[in-house]
């Protein structure tokens, strides 16, 4: 139905036999392409001639030998090589040759495509491809383009703030320095299956509040405080969220003896030192002592041993002081021979993180000057912020 073609007659002239010029795809070239004898071919020795251009196919040639059609059973072609079954006949003074070659249409050129020429999409839709492979763009939904591109973020300064169905996968960051409220649109509107990320880096604290009659994990209003977040979800009537995590930078140390540490007189609480350093990812420690700067809940254990024998029925002691005085302590019973001794402790307690801070400190009751070993793995200090 595209194509462009010619009917004509065989040679003898008598309409019982037709050949059918196939010129190609509708706006294609038509090429002539003229022979003279003596100049392109000699007549009666002369089998092929070389055509300007190669043709499609074999059916888009039309050629005449003085004006008279030559049938396609008495030749073949080759790219541009057009053969004959035999030499040019003597005497024929032109040989004329016509034939369709395609032209590619309907192919925009690069950079000439403009938005105007595209179909209308619809609202909070992206072009793309979601189907794995490579293929045809396709219309994505703002969920779909939110899955592939990653975890958008958009920062709320005013209240109330309701979440609508915009924002399904995004971070919702509250900063505001008062109280802030995130009004839920309702469940069944949002549909099962919407979630959103929720964080508070304001110094007011940021209420949930669902929609109506709703809960979030059963309660009416969900409270984030500063640098706390959460992930919300719902089932289609109420919500559920993963609790209110503490987003701040967990602060914790480990240090431990590198050295003997001697000197320690009996019946006297020593503060031991710590000369090595492993790690302190919160900066709380230095001068020997922990010094929370992010209030919370903190968890400190430390171990000591002691580098020398102690004297029979000696009680020794490890203590955790709080700004300078003794806050807990692990004391040991009177040994029953002269044996080598060792302790650790373990607490949990809340730092202000603006001044607290945690020492070791440790006491024998032998009648001579004791020293504690130096073995890293015997006499150690660690801490850890676990919570708010």
Not at 128 to 152: D, F, K, M, Y
Request: net charge negative; hydrophobic share 40%.
């Amino acid at each position: 139905t595209d194509q462009g073609l010619v009917l004509i007659p065989d040679a003898d002239k008598t309409p019982d036999d037709w050949q059918q010029i196939d010129f190609g795809p509708v706006g294609g070239n038509l090429n002539v392409d003229n022979f003279v004898d003596g100049t392109d071919y000699t007549s009666g020795t002369t089998t092929a001639l070389t055509l300007t251009t190669a043709p499609v196919t074999e059916n888009n040639l039309f050629v005449q030998f003085d004006g008279v059609t030559q049938h396609h059973n008495t030749y073949s072609l080759s790219g541009v090589t057009l053969t004959f079954d035999a030499a040019i006949p003597l005497g024929t003074a032109n040989i004329e040759v016509q034939y369709g070659t395609q032209l590619a249409i309907n192919t925009p050129g690069d950079g000439t495509v403009t938005l105007a020429k595209m179909a209308n999409m619809a609202t909070d839709s992206f072009l793309g491809r979601a189907t794995a492979g490579s293929g045809v763009p396709e219309v994505l939904s703002a969920s779909t383009a939110r899955a592939i591109l990653g975890l958008p973020q958009s920062i709320k300064t005013a209240t109330p703030y309701t979440v609508v169905a915009g924002d399904v996968g995004t971070m919702l960051i509250a900063n505001l320095g008062s109280a802030i409220t995130f009004d839920l649109t309702a469940a069944a509107t949002l549909g099962a299956g919407f979630l959103a990320f929720i964080k508070n880096i304001g110094a007011g604290t940021l209420t949930i509040d669902p929609d109506g009659a709703e809960t979030i994990d059963g309660s009416a209003t969900m409270a984030l405080a500063q640098n706390e977040w959460t992930m919300i979800w719902t089932e289609g009537s109420n919500w559920r969220s993963l609790g209110a995590i503490d987003g701040n930078v967990q602060p914790a140390f480990s240090v431990h003896k590198s050295g003997d540490q001697s000197g320690i007189v009996a019946d006297t609480l020593t503060k031991l030192t710590w000369p090595t350093e492993i790690f302190d990812t919160g900066g709380i420690f230095a001068s020997d002592r922990a010094t929370p700067t992010v209030a919370g809940t903190y968890l400190f254990t430390a171990g000591c041993e002691w580098a020398s024998t102690l004297d029979a029925d000696d009680p020794t002691r490890i203590s955790i002081f709080k700004n300078g005085s003794e806050f807990k302590r692990d004391r040991g019973g009177g040994l029953p021979s002269a044996t080598p001794a060792g302790h650790g402790i373990t607490i949990e307690d809340y730092a202000n993180g603006s001044g607290d801070y945690y020492e070791v400190f440790v006491a024998h009751s032998s009648t001579t000057t004791q020293d504690v070993a130096g073995n890293s793995a015997a006499t150690w200090f660690m801490g850890m912020r676990i919570g708010p």
